[in-house]
């Protein structure tokens, strides 16, 4: 039975401490929205969808099996990728997709990744194209996901360049999971919020789009 | 626990305590009210946004672009396409029109948003006139890109994901 004369000190104490505690819950889920908000807006933006498309296109237009294999063929002369980080780098990643037999997990970061020493004449027009879009990484992986996203036990050791890029996971799990023949050409672009380029990693927004491509 | 009521003391902390937690609970709905206003136009904002972009990029698609040049002023951008046809894209501070298919309006909110005229640039890039040479090392591509940036400035803020941007991967033969 609560006394007639007022509240007391003590039950001042717990209504507030009741009403902190639910704001910040409710501030806490508020913000969070809105990250998750403002980080949708970089999946799939209709430039980036087209920018994705052309650049799709363009590589399709060569001999995208030899492109492929020109990757694959990399783990047989693992000393000749030269690579500045051994973590990331499509070496390690090739490498252990021989190693293993998995081939569904590519990741290209720069020129050589994808045209090795052929095609040179595209030399430049691939630097112009990969510095004037700001892209950061291409992935081909099979656009059924299910087994890439769960990045657990064998999935982590077979995914494990993916899983550790918590933004890719992150859009990864926003898409559907596709027919198995096919593949998603996954476009990593990473610009300041301005759209200029971000070269030490500070202030860089990820930006997302895939295309699918047919069975390579 | 004294049964005589609450003290000086005991009405100041707990006044001061209520007012932190007023304090946030202000703060709050105010970002609140400021996000879902700012909301409204910026996906009013982005729609118009995509409408221009999937309209303009079927073009490309479908036409094929051959080339695209900016006016002095800064306010047209003319395409041209393979098949021959031309179209315009006329702009203002608050409005795109697009030949005579279709025309949008950017809407205002409490920060000054607008198209950014002086700042629209177009970015074609084509093989070198050297590249008949054999030795060459300059640009050798047998493709041409167009790149097209029209940016919208929101008050103080430039974000990329307001701009409307238009591109183009095409055969070099077929673009000038």
């Known amino acids: 039975m609560l006394k007639k004369n007022g509240f ?32 949708y807006t970089r999946y799939d933006d209709p430039v980036k969808l087209y920018e994705s ?35 990331t780098c499509i070496w390690n990643t090739t490498r252990r997709a021989c190693e293993k037999s998995y081939r ?11 045209f090795g020493n052929s095609y040179a004449k595209e030399s430049h027009f691939f630097d112009f194209l990969w510095s004037s879009l700001h892209i950061k990484n291409i992935y081909l992986i099979t656009s059924d996901i299910s087994s890439v996203t769960q990045c657990t036990g064998d999935a982590y050791n077979k995914y494990q360049a993916l899983c550790d890029n918590s933004s890719l996971m992150n859009y990864l799990n926003s898409l559907d999971n596709g027919n198995s023949n096919e593949y998603y050409m996954i476009f990593e672009f990473e610009t300041k919020r301005d759209g200029t380029s971000c070269l030490n990693g500070s202030e860089c927004l990820g930006y997302y789009a895939y295309i699918t491509v047919g069975d390579v | 626990m004294n049964k ?36 409204s136009y910026a996906k009013s904002n982005q729609q118009v946004r995509a409408s221009v972009i999937r309209h303009v990029q079927e073009d490309f698609q479908n036409l094929g672009l ?23 894209l006329t702009i203002t501070d608050h409005s795109l029109k697009y030949a005579d298919e279709e025309a949008w309006e950017i809407e205002k909110d409490n920060d000054d948003t607008k198209i950014d005229i002086a700042s629209i640039t177009i970015n074609g890039y084509f093989p070198d006139s ?47």
């Open chain 1, 8 to 39: 007391v000190f003590v039950e001042t104490m717990i209504v507030t401490c009741v009403l902190l505690t639910s704001l910040m819950i409710v501030y806490g889920l508020y913000v969070s929205s809105l990250n998750t908000e403002s980080r």
């Open chain 1, 53 to 87: 498309y052309y650049l799709s296109k363009y590589f399709q237009s060569f001999d995208f099996r030899y492109l492929i294999q020109n990757i694959k063929d990399n783990c047989s002369y693992s000393d000749q990728k030269i690579c500045s980080n051994e973590s």
């Open chain 1, 104 to 114: 569904y997990e590519l990741i290209w970061q720069g020129r050589s990744d994808i």
């Open chain 2, 4 to 39: 005589k009521g609450i003290t000086l003391v005991e009405i100041v902390i707990s006044i001061g305590l209520i007012s932190i937690v007023m304090l946030f609970l202000f703060r709050l709905l105010t970002d609140m009210q400021y996000e879902r206003d700012h909301a």
């Open chain 2, 66 to 88: 051959k080339s695209a040049t900016l006016s002095e002023d800064k306010k047209s951008i003319f395409f041209t396409y393979q098949n021959g046809t031309s179209k315009t």
């Open chain 2, 130 to 176: 050297s590249c008949n040479d054999l030795s060459s090392e300059g640009n050798c591509s047998t493709y041409a890109s167009y790149h097209i940036i029209i940016p919208i400035v929101t008050g103080l803020n430039s974000n990329v994901i307001d701009d409307i941007e238009f591109f183009y991967i095409g055969l070099a033969t077929k673009m000038s």
